[in-house]
């Protein structure tokens, strides 16, 4: 990426206006959204990245992070409180820990990536995932990734996208999430749903590349990617297998196709194609709590 001429630094105050236009026009397609997601972050990125170079773009650089809210690949995350791991790691506080991609849900609740350094028990150190959500009122820090003696784990350069099933914690967004990691050949990621009227609708997805720097200040073994997808919470009510928001939890049969991850490369190529069923996992309040 060439170093932008000086006198086009101003362009921080114009990308802000854009991107709040963008995150608020919920209008369009799923495909112009999901491609506005994406872009929005590879801008700010790209901004914030080549900002640095120059003394006026580190000034820069700041005043968008301070508009944005977002923490930084490669910084700190923000939550602090105890990281102490159940399983792998037990008892024991990481080492490390970095954010290596940040965003927004839908509905504006912050979210970060965050790959911890942990010793394990039986020696060596391992990488544990986590997604973190600073605006949450209690359990910000949910370890869904689990911990890994190489990270990224093997299985991602086999399956290609290695994702979670669909999950529904209103303390976190209002949104469900599906959440997953990707192979470095990787460009983006494409998450369809089965409508109320059964046709396919895109899920809003952000995807981020994990590489350079940020990659080696987190000790992975190699570039990975990371994608977080937002499907609108009213696809529990006819598209998961229970909705948790009923009381007793209503039951619908088991849909194996509910769900399409499909991973492009920088061409745009279709390299994977996956199907998912619509078990739902939840957090936060108990049903009928």
Same mark, same amino acid.
């Given at each position: 990426?060439?170093?932008?001429?000086?006198?086009?630094?101003?362009?921080?105050?114009?990308?802000?206006?854009?991107?709040?236009?963008?995150?608020?026009?919920?209008?369009?397609?799923?495909?112009?959204?999901?491609?506005?997601?994406?872009?929005?972050?590879?801008?700010?990125?790209?901004?914030?990245?080549?900002?640095?170079?120059?003394?006026?773009?580190?000034?820069?650089?700041?005043?968008?992070?301070?508009?944005?809210?977002?923490?930084?690949?490669?910084?700190?995350?923000?939550?602090?409180?105890?990281?102490?791991?159940?399983?792998?790691?037990?008892?024991?506080?990481?080492?490390?820990?970095? /954010?290596?991609?940040?965003? !927004?849900?839908?509905? @504006? =609740?912050?979210?970060? &990536?965050? +790959?911890?350094?942990?010793?394990? $028990?039986?020696?060596?150190?391992?990488?544990?995932?986590?997604?973190?959500?600073?605006?949450?009122?209690?359990?910000?820090?949910?370890?869904?990734?689990?911990?890994?003696?190489?990270?990224?784990?093997?299985?991602?350069?086999?399956?290609?996208?290695?994702?979670?099933?669909?999950?529904?914690?209103?303390?976190?967004?209002?949104?469900?999430?599906?959440?997953?990691?990707?192979?470095?050949?990787?460009?983006?990621?494409?998450?369809?749903?089965?409508?109320?009227?059964?046709?396919?609708?895109?899920?809003?997805?952000?995807?981020?590349? /994990?590489?350079?720097?940020? !990659?080696?200040?987190? @000790? =992975?073994?190699?570039? &990975?990617? +990371?994608?977080?997808?937002?499907? $609108?919470?009213?696809?529990?009510?006819?598209?998961?297998?229970?909705?948790?928001?009923?009381?007793?939890?209503?039951?619908?049969?088991?849909?194996?196709?509910?769900?399409?991850?499909?991973?492009?490369?920088?061409?745009?190529?279709?390299?994977?194609?996956?199907?998912?069923?619509?078990?739902?996992?939840?957090?936060?309040?108990?049903?009928?709590?």
């Amino acid at each position: 990426m060439r170093e932008p001429d000086r006198a086009q630094l101003p362009v921080v105050e114009a990308f802000g206006a854009e991107l709040e236009r963008a995150m608020a026009d919920r209008a369009g397609s799923r495909r112009r959204q999901s491609r506005r997601r994406v872009l929005a972050t590879v801008c700010a990125a790209g901004l914030v990245a080549v900002s640095l170079m120059t003394a006026p773009g580190r000034a820069a650089t700041g005043a968008v992070g301070e508009w944005l809210g977002l923490a930084e690949p490669g910084d700190p995350p923000t939550v602090e409180a105890p990281r102490t791991r159940a399983g792998a790691g037990a008892g024991t506080e990481p080492t490390g820990s970095v /954010v290596v991609a940040a965003g !927004r849900a839908p509905d @504006g =609740a912050r979210y970060e &990536f965050v +790959v911890e350094s942990i010793e394990a $028990p039986a020696g060596g150190r391992q990488r544990c995932l986590n997604i973190e959500w600073p605006d949450a009122r209690t359990g910000q820090i949910s370890p869904q990734f689990g911990c890994y003696p190489a990270f990224p784990p093997a299985e991602v350069h086999d399956l290609v996208v290695k994702w979670q099933g669909a999950m529904y914690d209103e303390t976190y967004t209002r949104d469900v999430q599906i959440a997953g990691l990707a192979r470095s050949d990787v460009g983006t990621v494409e998450i369809r749903y089965r409508g109320r009227d059964g046709t396919r609708r895109e899920a809003a997805v952000d995807f981020a590349r /994990v590489a350079g720097d940020v !990659r080696r200040q987190a @000790g =992975a073994d190699g570039p &990975f990617g +990371v994608f977080l997808a937002f499907l $609108p919470q009213d696809w529990l009510g006819y598209g998961a297998i229970f909705d948790p928001r009923q009381c007793p939890p209503e039951q619908r049969p088991h849909d194996p196709d509910a769900i399409e991850v499909i991973a492009y490369d920088d061409r745009g190529e279709v390299i994977a194609r996956e199907k998912g069923n619509n078990i739902l996992s939840t957090g936060g309040r108990p049903p009928c709590a």
